[in-house]
């Protein structure tokens, strides 16, 4: 989280979000602060909670994990701002997103051009996110994986790792942080051979290198064709 993000949800009158996302931030809120939590999928409800809140001349913050414009709430609460025809203004604070974190944890392997795609096929249609893991493995990207696997969603990482196979040598270096930059943070660097046997959720990025990644000092280092002698 960065101080300004910090700053907004400590002198927020209401702080909108994700049940989970409040719980992470809940020491920050002041204590007469209103709360407005709900379970996922309820988004556009969130939205329109919060623009309404703003309306009545209230600080609102709405939370997100990571940064809210990536996989976040900024997207929705500018459509519904909008939509219902308000003017009020709405400022985005930018965040520290997962693959930038995962990636600090594990060396650094985005250094070169790389492609972010999420396996929840909730709002993208699957045959789409499969379209685009095809053309980021082929085109050669760095391939960060968000929303890779839950309990009862095995199948989608299934997939991604049978299609990246047909792109990447099974000795590509590969990284998996759970819970990147939290309380429980856990880093495995391994090969691609190995992911499926990586322990894997829905708070798990994956980081799958390019053929310039490399394993360097126990890290993963993507090459971006510096000379180093000479």
Same mark, same amino acid.
């Given at each position: 989280?960065?101080?300004? !993000?910090?700053? %907004?949800?400590? #002198?927020?009158?209401?702080?909108?979000?994700?049940?989970?996302?409040?719980?992470?931030?809940?020491?920050?809120?002041?204590? #007469?602060?209103?709360?407005?939590?709900?379970?996922? +999928?309820? %988004?556009?409800?969130? /939205?329109?909670?919060?623009? /309404?809140?703003?309306?009545?001349?209230? !600080?609102?913050?709405? =939370?997100?994990?990571?940064?809210?414009?990536?996989?976040?709430? !900024?997207?929705? =609460?500018?459509?519904? !701002?909008?939509?219902?025809?308000?003017?009020?203004?709405?400022?985005?604070?930018?965040?520290?997103?997962?693959?930038?974190?995962?990636?600090?944890?594990?060396?650094?392997?985005?250094?070169?051009?790389?492609?972010?795609?999420?396996?929840?096929?909730?709002?993208?249609?699957?045959?789409?996110?499969?379209?685009?893991?095809?053309? /980021?493995?082929?085109?050669?990207?760095?391939?960060?994986?968000?929303?890779?696997?839950?309990? *009862?969603?095995?199948?989608?990482?299934?997939?991604?790792?049978?299609?990246?196979?047909?792109?990447?040598?099974?000795?590509?270096?590969?990284?998996?942080?759970?819970?990147? *930059?939290?309380?429980?943070?856990?880093?495995?660097?391994?090969?691609?051979?190995?992911?499926?046997?990586?322990?894997?959720?829905?708070?798990?990025?994956?980081?799958?290198?390019?053929?310039?990644?490399?394993?360097?000092?126990?890290?993963? =280092?993507?090459?971006? *064709?510096?000379?180093?002698? +000479?």
């Amino acid at each position: 989280m960065t101080p300004k !993000a910090k700053r %907004e949800i400590k #002198n927020a009158d209401v702080v909108v979000g994700y049940k989970t996302y409040i719980d992470l931030v809940q020491n920050l809120i002041k204590p #007469n602060a209103e709360v407005v939590s709900g379970t996922m +999928g309820r %988004e556009v409800d969130r /939205a329109r909670t919060a623009v /309404a809140k703003a309306l009545e001349n209230k !600080a609102v913050v709405v =939370v997100s994990s990571g940064d809210p414009g990536v996989y976040g709430m !900024a997207g929705v =609460v500018l459509e519904v !701002a909008t939509a219902e025809g308000t003017r009020i203004p709405v400022e985005i604070i930018p965040g520290v997103t997962a693959a930038t974190v995962a990636a600090s944890k594990l060396g650094a392997p985005l250094v070169s051009d790389f492609a972010v795609i999420s396996l929840s096929d909730l709002l993208t249609p699957w045959e789409l996110i499969e379209k685009r893991l095809r053309a /980021a493995a082929e085109a050669d990207f760095s391939i960060v994986l968000y929303n890779p696997q839950s309990t *009862g969603r095995k199948e989608p990482l299934i997939k991604a790792y049978e299609i990246l196979l047909k792109y990447r040598d099974l000795g590509t270096p590969v990284g998996v942080v759970r819970q990147a *930059g939290r309380t429980g943070e856990k880093t495995t660097i391994t090969t691609l051979s190995k992911l499926l046997d990586c322990e894997v959720d829905m708070v798990t990025t994956i980081i799958v290198g390019s053929s310039k990644t490399k394993f360097v000092d126990g890290r993963l =280092v993507t090459s971006r *064709g510096y000379k180093l002698s +000479g």
